[in-house]
């Protein structure tokens, strides 16, 4: 049996997929452990009211500082590097996790048993089930595979409700709100849409996957403190891009 969950939540089960990036804070690389602290927080608050959490970390916030030394390499190489990066940012988080209580699982797709489990996909959801955070570490632990796509092929494998994409902007843009002041942010928009007008929510890959299961996918600002609850709670925050048979109204 799981956890109770709290009849106000509208999603039970997420994959929080985060950037390496959110990490860095006001750094030019490397961790900020006030942001790291902050996050930790925000799923502790999703855990208490009852939600399984899943995440899935990138790795660039780690990769930028070597980048200068992948110059030359094959991309293979590369992005083996890449994949241990992402395992720096899921210890970080985990501590930051268990420093507020929360019992963690770290899973790694290569195999590196001195600090992770194996991701074996029952185990993971056996340990969701029974309220613990799980982190999957390593992307997909192949090369040519980005962690969006890890988080995309671990969403569906663990049945997850939805993929939470936490961004440092508040969802969907018709154009980089940082670049462009006028660009229009959607409430909801269909997954064809977001590909016909190339608006980069996820590689791909990753969303093919998606498509091909109609998994939704929300993406707002993680740094907006309340944000995830919010979210669960299904208030309107982020934009959600769906993949229903007739496309809802979008919104500005």
Known sequence: MGLPVTPSLKYKRILLKLSGEALLGAREYGIDQNVVNRYALEVKDAVGAGAEVAVVIGGGNIFRGVSNATEGMTRSHADY??????????????????QVDLKTRLQSSIKMEAIAEPFIRRRAMRHLEKGRVVIFGAGTGNPYFTT??????????????????????????????????????????????????????????????????????????M????????????????TLVHWQKEESPVQA
């Not at 890449?82 to 985990?94: C, D, E, S, V």
Request: charged share 20%.
């Open 148 to 221: 969006d796509t890890a988080a995309a092929l671990r969403a569906l494998e663990i049945d997850a409700d939805i993929i939470l994409k936490g961004t440092r902007v508040n969802g969907v843009f018709s154009a980089d709100p940082e670049k462009d002041p006028s660009a229009v942010r959607f409430d909801s928009i269909h997954g064809r849409t977001v590909i016909a007008q190339d608006l980069k929510v996820m590689d791909m890959t990753a969303f093919t996957l998606c498509r091909e299961s109609s998994m939704p996918i929300l993406v707002f600002n």
């Open 223 to 238: 740094n907006q403190p309340g944000n995830l609850m919010r979210v669960l709670a299904g208030d309107p925050v982020g």
């Open 81 to 98: 590097m890449g994949m241990l990066a992402t395992m720096i940012n899921a210890m970080a988080l985990q501590d930051a996790f268990e």
